[in-house]
């Protein structure tokens, strides 16, 4: 699957700069993680932003860059970077463009009732927007480590 990588999305920068970018230019030269988590401050995605942000130097030394994605605002997104110290890219996707591209959102039974929901993802995706791995429905706690302990293999 290849991604429409001229769309363009806000980005909360690892430098705290905010901007509006297309997806080629997110993407970089190198592979990239895109990792889908559902909110800002909540147990869950505050764990594995943290799990990924401690493992992000061990991951661009072995040429992989890292970027999360949220239906969040930007203005949630920083709050969020802030509070918890994390240095990673964060894209704002309130329009869930690249989510539904990826089908990172989607039906979800919650106690009986059909919702639609961000489902937590992980994509591996090349510098041409080439999904290369796929992740879903993943568990937080430890998700960092064990994608870091496949790319190595």
Not at 18 to 45: A, H, Q, V, W
Request: proline fraction near 3%; hydrophobic fraction near 35%; glycine fraction near 4%.
């Amino acid at each position: 699957m290849k991604l429409n990588t001229t769309n363009k999305y806000n980005i909360l920068l690892s430098n705290k700069e905010e901007k509006e970018m297309p997806l080629s230019e997110i993407l970089g030269e190198n592979k990239t993680i895109l990792y889908f988590y559902p909110r800002d401050n909540t147990p869950g995605c505050t764990t594995e932003n943290k799990d990924f942000t401690s493992l992000k130097k061990e991951f661009e030394e072995i040429g992989y860059k890292l970027v999360w994605v949220s239906k969040d605002s930007i203005e949630s997104h920083k709050k969020f970077v802030e509070k918890q110290e994390l240095k990673n890219d964060l894209i704002s996707d309130p329009e869930l463009i690249l989510h539904k591209e990826l089908w990172a959102y989607w039906e979800k039974n919650n106690y009986g009732k059909i919702v639609m929901w961000v489902i937590r993802s992980t994509f591996i995706v090349d510098k041409n927007g080439e999904v290369l791995e796929e992740y879903r429905n993943i568990r937080a706690k430890g998700h960092a480590e064990r994608i870091l302990k496949e790319i190595k293999k």
